[in-house]
């Protein structure tokens, strides 16, 4: 019943700034999963995590094209993950999604994907 809306997706020059949002309807993440990610789907890619953040101790990971550059985050009501993206670049551009996980570490998501919010990173 819990749906993940993504935004906060446009058209940056390489080099810029996006923070895209991912909102839970209607209630807090935590009771409805573990852990929530981010993915990125490149045009004809299939999707790739890039950012997870374990809901109760806060930990988070990332991939390692976009460590350094990604940062995840949670809001104080537990219904809104934010992705801060800084330094963007080319290959940074596609489709971004969030999903929930009942696992320690954002695989295997527990719902099919959203809509997701585009990026596109050009000069």
């Known amino acids: 019943q819990l749906q993940l809306v993504e935004s906060g997706g446009g058209l940056v020059q390489p080099g810029g700034s996006l923070r895209l949002s991912c909102a839970a309807s209607g209630a807090a993440l935590d009771p409805h999963a573990i852990t929530i990610g981010w993915f990125h789907q490149a045009p004809g890619k299939n999707h790739e995590e890039v950012a997870c953040?374990?809901?109760?101790?806060?930990?988070?990971s990332y991939a390692a094209q976009v460590a350094g550059r990604f940062a995840i985050s949670i809001d104080n009501a537990k219904t809104t993950v934010y992705l801060q993206m800084n330094n963007l670049k080319s290959e940074d551009t596609g489709t971004y999604f969030c999903?929930?996980?009942?696992?320690?570490?954002?695989?295997?998501?527990?719902?099919?994907w959203g809509r997701g919010t585009q990026v596109t990173v050009s000069s």
């Open positions: 953040l374990h809901l109760w101790r806060k930990d988070t």
């Open positions: 999903a929930r996980s009942w696992h320690d570490d954002c695989r295997n998501p527990a719902n099919s």
